[in-house]
């Protein structure tokens, strides 16, 4: 698998979930822990000199052989990125959006986690505000970020949040910090995100968010159960 240096982004009191996972899932990928300052691009093009992936603290890592684009595609561009709304481009549900009051639109772009080659860089912006239309992205394939997302909790059918949880069975980047952070989730969101994948790294959190990652792994048994048909009994059973 080809391997890029992994820049943990650290602005939250998640960063054992992050470096937990790196070395449980890409233990020979190295990594480097690095304080937020001004923006994420800044940060990262301060703190490396060779193309890296960059992520957020509390961003679980469980990346396989092919995740990745190709090191020569990500060469030709300045930055890969993902865009910051799951249903943005969804003819069903990206009006949501504006009826729940929400910024995000579909130009709006994740800085939560990025490939970014800083050998494409002039010059180190002060901020992240205006930078991305100016340079070269590449779209980040969409299993490099399952995440979490403002109208999963407040607006989107059940349907459509477990649809989206099943996708989280092919993902390898779990981005739910902002649900970690707030330390509650609801039935929308524990069928929409896989929260269980934090448990093996939740020893060091506080209760509050061991507690609903614990309460989210019922109804991942379900979730599971239908993007990979396992036995009915595995989905019954209490363990």
């Known amino acids: 698998m080809s391997r890029l240096k992994i820049l943990v982004i650290e602005c939250n009191r998640l960063v054992s979930l992050t470096i937990n996972s790196i070395k449980a899932n890409v233990p020979d990928w190295d990594y480097e822990v690095v304080a937020y300052k001004d923006g994420f691009i800044p940060t990262a093009l301060r703190n490396s000199d060779e193309l890296c992936l960059v992520v957020k603290s509390g961003i679980i890592l469980d990346l396989k052989d092919g995740d990745l684009p190709d090191r020569e595609l990500l060469e030709q561009y300045d930055i890969c990125v993902s865009r910051d709304g799951v249903f943005t ?3 069903s549900n990206k ?4 009826l729940v009051g929400s910024p995000i639109n579909q130009k709006a772009m994740d800085l939560s986690i990025f490939c970014i080659n800083p050998k494409r ?3 180190v912006p002060n901020t992240d505000v205006g930078v991305l239309p100016r340079v070269k992205r590449l779209r980040m394939p969409r299993h490099m970020n399952h995440k979490s997302d403002p109208i999963v909790a407040k607006a989107i059918s059940a349907k459509t949040a477990m649809d989206y ?3 989280a069975e092919q993902a390898s980047v779990f981005n739910y910090v902002d649900v970690f952070e707030r ?6 969101e524990m069928f929409a995100y896989a929260l269980e994948k934090a448990l093996p790294f939740a020893n060091e959190l506080p209760d509050v968010q061991k507690l ?3 309460t989210a792994k019922h109804a991942a048994k379900l979730r599971v159960g239908l993007a990979k048909c396992i036995p009915i009994q595995d989905i019954t059973n209490e363990h």
């Open 183 to 188: 330390g509650t989730v609801n039935g929308n």
């Open 212 to 214: 609903a990652i614990r």
């Open 165 to 167: 949880g099943m996708l």
């Open 89 to 91: 481009d969804n003819p």
């Open 95 to 98: 009006h949501i959006y504006k």
């Open 121 to 123: 860089w002039t010059r």
